[in-house]
């Protein structure tokens, strides 16, 4: 599993927005039907929110990839 650390700025970011961000997901549209389709873990657990509020110190796995929010 590959693994990356992605630094924010704010409080924090949207789920759908986060996958689009790591590069993960192409559009949007992509980001969203991927957490829809319940492809995205946030810290251990599958999460169908893609507003999903992702903080500090959350951990999302997605397409063989964590994600650790720095």
Do not use: W
Not at 20 to 25: D, I, P, R, S
Not at 36 to 46: F, T
């Amino acid at each position: 599993m590959n693994q990356t650390e992605i630094k924010i700025h704010t409080e924090y970011i949207k789920l759908d927005s986060l996958l689009k961000f790591a590069g993960l997901a192409q559009t949007g549209g992509e980001a969203k039907e991927a957490v829809i389709n319940g492809e995205v873990c946030v810290n251990g657990e599958v999460c169908l929110m893609r507003g999903k509020k992702i903080r500090q110190g959350d951990r999302v796995i997605f397409d063989d990839t964590e994600i650790l929010i720095v």
